[in-house]
């Protein structure tokens, strides 16, 4: 009976097997996360040694743990996102809205950024209602006279613009590829039109908590370099609409957030996002330096906005002054790196420490030289990119190659850095560490991309594709050539054929409409005789329409 | 009975229901959208999933409850600012006072309170105190760098107490055998004077003059023998007996090294000697030659080869008997690291240290590995041999700044076995 039971069992393990060309399914709509919520979440506070502690220990144990985890690494089968649709692409959201990637900004509103306004006003009074005097650099919040509110941070004594500039061009940065930024503004005030508020409590660096004097305010300000003009440079973030209900974190959900249904280490834009802050240097990627916000919209729809906030410390920039040779290269606590220094008895000479001295102190340090995308250490592991998958790191570095050298021009431009050749080298920088991260991924997975059907002019279909290396000037079209195989319901079709960025679709039963069929493109390229990994692009024929629809796009890892 | 309950239920039903209906209507027109149908939570992990991480679940239940507790702990401590207080409370806003953790292999551990600009501008006062196992116990007091005359002649003012329970003696000689290991006790008091000059920029003369008076006593270590169980006073001079002394020590210094926390470049070292007079007796009278120095080699990018190199002379004055804690001796962390302290003793010392130090994270670490030998002998000259020499090595770990070395954290190998090191503020 049990041999029996076993024989059925093997038949049809090896019958499914041996079944037929699987058809491509599309993956089920990604839902809206930005319903009505009537009740809001509770503030949860940042807490930032509990948070490093887990990042550093309890999760790396949990993840080594985790057998399923280790299983898929081990075969190579890492979890992919869940927020993402039939072409790989993540859908609108609470957390993310797609921008310059699928629809170039123009530069005017890259250098808009977030900003719906033009700042606090510096011509009336400034109420100081909240301060900290921890830290190197200080800080406060204040009331403008139009009654808006902003944190008000500043550059370190030593490095005059370093903070404060990065914090433009990273927030404009980060908003065109679609993350939800504050608004961030750089300006420049008279100490004069600042006024102590009534019951301004500070937390100062001995931690005590008192009642602020004017001898505190002035403290602080003597913290910081003014301006041969008598004004001071700041960045006035401005506080984020609804009511802040702290950050969030990059695993596990909001459990009292309704909407909040994907666990956030498998959402695609925060596992993405390793890549970009790889490349503008965001080492320090933590809860604290993200924002939950209790927002209504306007349609008086209430819900969750998570928002990534304060990036003074991006580029070369340390927020105490220019960011630490390590930066970048180890984490804070790094034992990996630990035992590997001590046992190779320091003839291994660390990235790093070939790192040369710092040539502009508004810039700190910001290289290309030794920037290797997958190899960038953030200050504490990050559970989101630690999941990273190879199409986790294609759609980022999409993302980041569209960013044009003119739209990074436009971003650095806005730092407003008063040595030009300062801001010249972020520029180049900027472009330099892009391009890495292109080439890196575009050479690992087929940059083919933004396929569009189109119909000729008589009356057929074709199949267009842009090839992202060769449209961002990564790569030669004259050392690329296209092929593609045919799949008529899974099954091959043909042979490999040689293409322009167009395919012709010919397929006479299809066209005619004599069969609904799913039609596929297997694409591939060679490019200096290096063969690419595959993009499998799905249409389905629409009887009732008489015309092909995309259904869905399978990148080969 | 039917008719009558269905026509009750009816006649309610007519009568409430337009109440019933005006209500609903009136809460729905008050009340915000009600919740929608919310995205269902993904499911992150399949059946098999789960059954395959089950055991990793159940071995790290209680590391998570570890680090969580751990996590939870110090997040306490650190949002209650307790750190910031009791810094603000041991430092001064502007540096000028401070409190600092100490700890040092013969001292044990304790605190070092320092002043500046007391009590005149540019010196230092510092008071120490420390403690360990069986009533060990030493208190400093110090005045440094006194300005006397402009800043060319400056005066240091030292008193120290100090009772170290279990001193090793293992008898005199290079090849003294472990067999005779005895233990004593020391408790010594001095003070001392100092008038130093300027030099020049790297090189100062410190002429130190003072007193002070040692008592050896019963060890408290019941680990070993007792030293007088073994020797008698006859043969060791010193044993039993309380010896005072007026001493005079001029040293030459020289410090070339390009930073004082951590030096890569340059080199330091001193000569100096000195005389000791007994002040209540007779019986003792010696005098002491010593040299330091040390070499630092910039090897690349901050890996610094250390060469070290010192040797110390005693020899008795007309005759006089040297007593035996005043020998010198071999075995200390600043000579050959991997001996116990006093493991070798004779009236002569020459010892020299190979250490490598690479940087494991930048400004701020260092691993070291070091190679050390030494030798003891009556006469020094006459009897160094390489053959002789008693080698040591090991390596450690080394926290220090800009301006101090913090902390030193080392493990010595000997053909005596390990000896671990812990030296902290030290250079303070």
Same mark, same amino acid.
């Given at each position: 009976m049990r041999a029996n039971q076993l024989y059925i069992l093997l038949t049809s393990l090896i019958l499914s097997a041996c079944s037929g060309p699987k058809l491509f399914t599309p993956p089920p709509v990604i839902p809206d996360d930005r319903y009505h919520v009537v009740e809001k979440p509770k503030y949860r506070p940042d807490n930032v040694i509990k948070n490093a502690i887990d990042q550093q220990l309890t999760n790396q144990i949990q993840q080594a743990l985790d057998f399923s985890n280790q299983a898929r690494i081990v075969a190579g089968k890492k979890k992919e996102s869940y927020n993402v649709d039939a072409f790989g692409e993540v859908p609108n959201s609470s957390w993310f809205t797609n921008r310059n990637h699928v629809q170039k900004m123009s530069l005017g509103k890259i250098r808009q950024g977030p900003d719906k306004g033009t700042g606090p006003d510096t011509s009336q009074t400034w109420m100081i209602f909240k301060a900290k005097a921890e830290g190197i650099t200080p800080g406060f919040s204040i009331i403008d006279s139009r009654g808006d509110r902003y944190v008000i941070k500043f550059d370190p004594l030593s490095n005059p613009e370093i903070a404060t500039g990065a914090e433009q061009v990273s927030t404009r940065i980060f908003y065109a590829l679609g993350f939800n930024t504050p608004e961030n503004y750089l300006t420049f005030f008279d100490p004069k039109i600042l006024k102590l508020g009534d019951d301004v409590e500070i937390l100062d660096e001995k931690g005590h908590e008192r009642f602020m004097v004017q001898d505190d305010l002035e403290k602080m300000l003597a913290r910081v370099r003014r301006q041969a003009n008598g004004l001071f440079r700041a960045t006035a973030s401005k506080y984020v609409a609804g009511v802040p209900i702290g950050p969030f974190r990059y695993e596990s959900r909001r459990k009292d957030d309704p909407n909040d249904f994907i666990k956030h280490h498998h959402r695609r834009e925060l596992r993405g996002l390793r890549m970009i802050n790889a490349w503008v240097n965001?080492?320090?990627?933590?809860?604290?330096?993200s924002l939950d916000s209790f927002i209504t919209d306007e349609n008086g729809k209430n819900y969750v906005r998570h928002y990534l906030i304060d990036f003074g410390a991006t580029l070369g920039s340390g927020t105490r002054g220019a960011a630490i040779a390590p930066r970048g290269f180890e984490n804070q606590f790094d034992p990996h790196g630990l035992i590997l220094n001590i046992l190779t008895l320091g003839f291994w000479v660390k990235p790093y420490e070939r790192l040369p001295e710092v040539k502009y102190p508004s810039v700190g340090r910001f290289q290309t030289e030794y920037f290797e995308p997958m190899k960038y250490k953030f200050n504490q592991p990050n559970p989101a990119f630690e999941r990273m998958t190879k199409r986790d790191g294609y759609w980022a570095a999409k993302l980041i190659m569209s960013l044009t050298n003119e739209q990074l021009g436009a971003a650095v431009e806005?730092?407003?850095?008063?040595n030009p050749e300062a801001s010249k080298y972020i520029h180049e920088t900027l472009i330099a560490r892009r391009n890495k991260v292109g080439h890196y991924w575009f050479d690992r997975l087929a940059p083919l991309d933004k396929f569009k059907l189109k119909k000729t002019s008589d009356n057929r279909f074709e199949l267009c594709f842009v090839d992202l290396a060769v449209e961002s000037d990564l790569n030669d079209i004259n050392s690329t050539t296209y092929f593609y195989q045919t799949l008529l319901n899974g099954e091959k079709v043909g042979g490999q054929i040689e293409t322009g960025n167009c395919i012709k679709i010919d397929l006479p039963e299809i066209v005619s409409g004599k069969t609904n069929g799913q039609l596929a493109y297997r694409l591939h390229l060679k490019r200096d005789n290096v063969k690419s990994k595959t993009v499998t692009v799905y249409l389905q024929f629409d009887n009732s329409k008489n015309l092909f629809e995309l259904i869905g796009v399978e990148r080969e890892d | 009975m039917k008719k009558i309950l269905l026509l009750t239920t009816l006649t309610v039903q007519f009568i409430f229901a337009p109440v019933y209906a005006q209500t609903k209507e009136a809460t729905e027109v008050t009340k915000p959208e009600p919740p929608r149908q919310y995205p269902k939570q993904a499911k992150t992990k399949a059946w098999w999933e789960h059954a395959l991480s089950f055991p990793g679940d159940v071995i790290n239940f209680p590391f998570g409850l570890l680090f969580d507790g751990l996590g939870w702990t110090t997040a306490k401590v650190i949002d209650s600012k307790l750190i910031p207080r009791v810094q603000d409370f041991m430092t001064a806003d502007d540096g000028s006072r401070g409190v600092v953790p100490t700890s040092a292999p013969q001292a044990g551990f304790g605190f070092k309170y320092y002043q500046l600009g007391l009590p005149a501008k540019q010196s230092v006062l510092g008071i120490q105190a420390t403690w360990g196992l069986l009533s060990r116990q030493a208190y400093g007091l110090s005045i440094n760098k006194l300005p006397l005359w402009g800043n060319s002649l400056y005066g240091d003012f030292a008193a120290n107490y100090g009772f170290y329970p279990d001193e090793l003696f293992y008898g005199i000689g290079n090849q003294i055998s472990t067999r005779q290991k005895a233990s004593y006790a020391l408790r010594s008091f001095n003070v001392q004077l100092g008038l130093g000059f300027h030099l020049h920029k790297h090189t100062a003369l410190e002429i130190q003059t003072g007193y002070s008076t040692n008592n050896t006593l019963k060890s408290k270590d019941r680990k070993n023998k007792v030293i007088t169980d073994i020797y008698q006073p006859s043969e060791l001079p010193g044993l039993k007996v309380i010896a005072s002394f007026f001493q005079i020590q001029p040293t030459l210094k020289f410090d070339f090294k390009n930073r004082q926390g951590n030096p890569n470049a340059g080199w330091d070292g001193e000569i100096g000697g000195g005389l000791f007079l007994q002040a209540n007796g007779d019986d003792f009278g010696f005098w002491k030659m010593s040299t330091t120095v040390n070499r630092y080699v910039h090897l690349f990018r901050n890996r610094v080869l250390v060469l070290k190199a010192g040797g110390e002379m005693t020899e008795s004055v007309s005759g006089k008997a040297i007593p035996f804690y005043y020998l010198s001796q071999l075995g200390k962390s600043e000579t050959v &690291?991997?001996?116990?302290?006093? &493991?070798y003793r004779d009236k002569d010392s020459v010892w020299g240290s190979l250490e490598y130090r690479y940087p494991i994270r930048s400004d701020l670490l260092d691993f070291v590995l070091f190679a050390d030998a030494g030798q003891v002998a009556d006469n020094i000259f006459k009897k160094f041999s390489l053959n002789h020499l008693k080698p040591g090595f090991g390596g450690g770990l080394r926290i220090w700044t800009e301006q101090a070395l913090v902390a030193r954290l080392e493990l010595g190998k000997s053909k005596d076995g390990f000896r671990f090191y812990f030296i902290l503020n030290q250079d303070f």
């Open positions: 965001h080492a320090d990627t933590k809860s604290g330096n806005q730092g407003r850095y008063s | &690291r991997g001996f116990e302290r006093g &493991r």
